[in-house]
T-cell receptor, first 114, second 116 residues
Framework: DGGITQSPKYLFRKEGQNVTLSCEQN?????MYWYRQDPGQGLRLIYY???????QKGDIAEGYSVSREKKESFPLTVTSAQKNPTAFYLC?????????????FGDGTRLSIL | AQSVTQLDSHVSVSEGTPVLLRCNYS??????LFWYVQHPNKGLQLLLK??????LVKGINGFEAEFKKSETSFHLTKPSAHMSDAAEYFC??????????????FGSGTRLQVQP
């Protein structure tokens, strides 16, 4: 079955450490997205990419970095500059840039501070 | 600019009774609208979408929503709640003319509880 795989499911970060969250899709989708979800809030956009080797900042990009070297993969690095990284991180993809296409989501990675 | 307001943060119903989750939107142009459901520690699953075709949209698991342009609403309903419907529901708007950076705007979510 096609879908989006996020790993790991749970991740712990020490102070001053960078961590990388993996997101892989086999849906052949062009666009990929990273969101952050905090309790009682909707999703906030961190970064998005519409094609390989191109990505754009979302609303809360500070302290995060991404790469898009392959169509299937869109890893997110949470750097030490992100002072409040504890959250649920969701990766999504969709077929194209058109606004009528729905996004498909992975099952998320929960990041906590040690 | 587009925005979404989910009017209730929590809704509690009894099993077998109707469900109504309310959503109002604001969009400069002709929007696409979606409802997603999220179970604990899971990603979001698409329930249904409106993209300027029929105003009454049927989705999965017996859910449906009606697009009312005059009221700028897109409320989600189900005739009879099941215990498995207990989850968080998100109303989402996508501006037809604004792809990319702000292609999706999420509401803050409504937590549905279903009492036995």
């Amino acid at each position: 079955d096609g879908g989006i795989t996020q790993s790991p499911k749970y991740l712990f970060r020490k102070e001053g450490q960078n961590v990388t969250l993996s997101c892989e899709q086999n849906l052949n989708h062009d666009a990929m997205y990273w969101y952050r979800q905090d309790p009682g809030q909707g999703l906030r956009l961190i970064y998005y990419s519409q094609i390989v080797n191109d990505f754009q900042k979302g609303d809360i990009a500070e302290g995060y970095s991404v790469s898009r070297e392959k169509k299937e993969s869109f890893p997110l690095t949470v750097t030490s500059a992100q002072k409040n990284p504890t959250a649920f991180y969701l990766c999504a993809s969709k077929r194209g840039g058109g606004a009528t296409q729905p996004q498909h989501f992975g099952d998320g990675t929960r990041l906590s501070i040690l | 600019a587009q925005s979404v307001t989910q009017l209730d943060s929590h809704v509690s119903v009894s099993e077998g009774t109707p469900v109504l989750l309310r959503c109002n939107y604001s969009s400069s142009y002709s929007p696409s609208l979606f409802w997603y459901v999220q179970h604990p520690n899971k990603g979001l699953q698409l329930l249904l979408k409106y993209t300027s075709a029929a105003t009454l949209v049927k989705g999965i698991n017996g859910f449906e929503a009606e697009f009312k342009k005059s009221e700028t609403s897109f409320h989600l309903t189900k005739p009879s709640a099941h215990m498995s419907d207990a989850a968080e529901y998100f109303c989402v708007v996508s501006d037809e003319w604004d792809t990319g950076r702000r292609a999706l705007t999420f509401g803050s979510g409504t937590r549905l509880q279903v009492q036995p």
